[in-house]
């Protein structure tokens, strides 16, 4: 019993150290594989950030050869501009060159002519005291003498005459005194006013840098059609660095245009849509700025009791120019002049200065060009209750109409001072207007015209019809039947391109 249990706990111990051995040699052979499943996942681990670290320090050197591309690129462009401006003063300096050269050559030809007519004169002296001699030898008296009895004979038919005149004068004086000498002060004036003039029509966007062009033409130009359809105006993108130019006869246009171009390079996002989009919004403030700009006008002025639609113009002048002066300004410095100059003469100043105001108003209305813009704006006046006394000013400061107050005269002096603009280009450019304006009218008499905009000085007339009114076919018919009737009808120079655009629309709503 005692040996039986001696080798069963000598078994047990033989059985625990074989045990131990092959758990250890077991674990053993788990811990080699762990370690070297260890080696091989670190050595991938390692691989791969080799491999990000490779990839990190190519993508760094192609973007630091880029920036140095692009500093290369553009430090070239500043070299090609310095050239052309040495070019553009080498070219200067050689005109000034050829020009002072004429002028040496002038001024020796003018030296010649001032000797030969030195000499000339000379001659004449010498003959005209021959002359003398003979006249003293034949009459028997000297020259003196002669002279002094013309001079006492002269002397008393002007004292008989002017006696006579100052007469005359005086009884019409006593007469007409004060009107007489109201209307002597105000042709003085008139005959005093100086004139200067210069016109302009285009608007000059600057952009911070000529990757913008890009963006504002985009993609196969449909970005900077769908501005020009919006706004009315001709957008010019040329080559002259950090600036777009836009064109228009219409100053409201250049404004709502230039605003929301403004707001889209801002913004960044450009596309069709957008654009429709911001030059919408734009209008509608430009609309509100220009009754703010009317009502502030008026309230500067102390002049009240105006219409509401008269004071919706007169904040549009501000975005009306003539010949390059701005039309508000002119309009406030006309209007200060008259009350200024009527309180010297005794008139109502109050009156002055609201005739002042408005005597322009006629040129910024659309309808009715045919008129003469003084009868324009009188017609207005009228309609919006204004006195019979300030209607006349304006219909009356340049002649269109007969003066029946001395309001009138010293609005026209006024403007003249002010506005300072010639007669014959006046003309010029009214009839420029003019054209413009019924080309217009005329694209949009026909059916199915929704809007119609008259660009490049009238040169082309581009016509948007509404998709559900006009068919492909009528409106290339439209075109022709444009053209013909601008042909048959108006006198134009050169050619002008009529572009009928026709767009279609699917919108719908996701709710």
Same mark, same amino acid.
């Given at each position: 019993m005692v040996v039986n249990i001696v080798f069963c706990v000598i078994g047990l111990l033989v059985g625990l150290a074989i045990m131990y051995f092959v758990q250890k040699t077991i674990l053993k052979s788990k811990a080699d594989t762990i370690l070297k499943e260890a080696a091989a996942e670190a050595e991938v681990i390692k691989k791969n950030k080799l491999l990000e670290v490779k990839e990190k320090f190519l993508n760094k050197k192609a973007e630091l050869e880029k920036e140095v591309a692009q500093r290369n690129q553009k430090i070239q462009q500043v070299e090609n501009k310095l050239k052309q401006?040495?070019?553009?003063?080498?070219?200067?300096?050689?005109?000034?060159?050829?020009?002072?050269?004429?002028?040496?050559?002038?001024?020796?030809?003018?030296?010649?002519?001032?000797?030969?007519?030195?000499?000339?004169?000379?001659?004449?002296?010498?003959?005209q005291q021959q002359e003398i001699v003979k006249l003293e030898a034949i009459s028997g008296l000297s020259a003196e003498e002669a002279k002094d009895r013309?001079?006492?004979?002269?002397?008393?038919?002007?004292?008989m005459q002017a006696q006579s005149y100052i007469n005359e004068i005086m009884d019409d004086a006593k007469m007409n005194a004060n009107k007489e000498a109201k209307r002597i002060v105000v042709q003085t004036i008139q005959r005093v006013a100086t004139e200067t003039a210069v016109e302009n029509s285009v608007t000059v966007f600057h952009i911070d840098s000529d990757e913008i062009k890009g963006r504002i033409i985009g993609r196969e130009g449909r970005n900077i059609r769908a501005l020009e359809a919006a706004t009315g105006v001709e957008i010019i993108v040329d080559d002259t660095p950090e600036s777009i130019v836009l064109s228009a006869f219409d100053p409201v246009r250049r404004e709502i245009a230039r605003l929301a171009l403004h707001q889209l390079v801002t913004d960044g996002r450009i596309h069709p849509a957008r654009i429709e989009e911001v030059v919408a919004k734009v209008r509608k403030q430009v609309e509100d700025e220009i009754v703010e700009t009317g009502k502030r006008t008026t309230i500067d002025l102390g002049i009240h009791g105006l219409h509401p639609e008269m004071i919706r113009i007169i904040g549009k002048m501000k975005y009306r120019s003539s010949y390059g002066q701005n039309?508000? $300004?002119?309009? =406030? /410095?006309?209007?200060?002049?008259?009350?200024?100059?009527a309180t010297e003469l005794g008139l109502n100043p109050k009156k002055a200065r609201r005739a002042g105001l408005l005597h322009d108003i006629g040129k910024v209305p659309d309808d009715e060009p045919e008129l003469p813009h003084a009868i324009l704006g009188m017609k207005l006046a009228e309609k919006?209750?204004?006195?019979?006394?300030?209607?006349?000013?304006?219909?009356?400061?340049?002649?269109?109409?007969?003066m029946t107050t001395l309001l009138a005269p010293i609005v026209q002096v006024c403007d003249a001072i002010s506005g300072a603009r010639p007669g014959a280009r006046r003309e010029i450019v009214e009839a420029y207007i003019k054209r413009l304006n019924d080309l217009e009218a005329l694209a949009a008499s026909?059916?199915?015209?929704?809007?119609?905009?008259?660009? $490049?000085?009238? =040169? /082309?007339?581009?016509?948007?019809?509404?998709a559900d009114k006009i068919d492909d076919k009528q409106t290339e018919s439209l075109s022709t039947e444009i053209a013909k009737k601008i042909q048959d009808e108006m006198t134009y120079p050169g050619q002008v391109k009529i572009t009928v655009i026709r767009e279609t629309r699917a919108v719908s709503y996701a709710k």
């Open positions: 401006r040495e070019m553009v003063l080498n070219q200067r300096q050689e005109d000034l060159q050829h020009k002072k050269a004429e002028n040496d050559a002038i001024r020796d030809n003018l030296n010649n002519q001032l000797g030969i007519i030195e000499k000339k004169k000379d001659e004449l002296d010498k003959l013309m001079i006492e004979s002269l002397k008393e038919e002007a004292k039309l508000l $300004q002119h309009a =406030r /410095e006309t209007a200060n002049l008259c009350a200024v100059m919006y209750k204004e006195k019979p006394d300030i209607c006349n000013a304006i219909g009356a400061h340049h002649d269109e109409v007969e026909y059916p199915g015209v929704t809007k119609t905009y008259a660009i $490049q000085a009238g =040169r /082309e007339l581009r016509v948007i019809v509404g």
